[in-house]
């Protein structure tokens, strides 16, 4: 039976964003500024990988102090009560450098099956010798489908927030 492999998220090298629709005209970026997560693999090439991630709600950022406390509240993410979100998963290779990662999202206190795209970056040896590997995630949730229900409507009829919010993350891992 093969061992497997760990490898931990390196946070000053790695990125949670989220973008999502304002007014329907312009898009918001935001971030998750502490995080932690892993990876085990019995293979070389991650195939079959199990992947655990987790971002501390309360480090939400979008360069707005007056919108992150709004997001902190129980309008929508409500992290006194949830103070995290996690993802539990596999990658499965699905191309040379392409893999889904499919598994459990969560947010608040609802789980659902949610895949990602994953494109794989490779290996390399860093300066101090030790490896490292690099990952491009992407996802689109509906934000009300995992109790994100705030909305608003201008005078004007416009929708303040979208629904739709596509999650992005630049991760390296470290091998253990």
């Not at 191309?95 to 999202?105: I, S, W």
């Amino acid at each position: 039976m093969a061992t497997a492999t760990k490898w931990v998220i390196d946070p000053t090298h790695s990125e949670i964003q989220f973008k999502v629709k304002h007014l329907v005209i312009s898009t918001v970026t935001g971030a998750f500024k502490s995080f932690e997560g892993s990876v085990e693999s019995e293979t070389e090439d991650f195939n079959g990988a199990s992947v655990n991630f987790s971002a501390d709600v309360a480090s939400i950022d979008t360069n707005q102090a007056q919108r992150d406390e709004h997001l902190k509240s129980a309008d929508f993410f409500h992290a006194e009560a949830y103070p995290k979100l996690s993802f539990t998963g596999t990658l499965t290779k699905k191309g040379e450098d392409t893999y889904a990662l499919k598994g459990d999202l969560t947010v608040k206190d609802i789980t659902k099956p949610f895949e990602f795209k994953v494109e794989y970056g490779g290996a390399m040896t860093d300066f101090y010798g030790n490896v490292k590997s690099g990952f491009e995630i992407e996802g689109k949730i509906n934000r009300k489908e995992f109790g994100l229900e705030w909305s608003a409507v201008t005078e004007a009829g416009g929708v303040v927030v979208g629904d739709d919010v596509k999650l992005i993350a630049n991760i390296q891992v470290a091998k253990q």
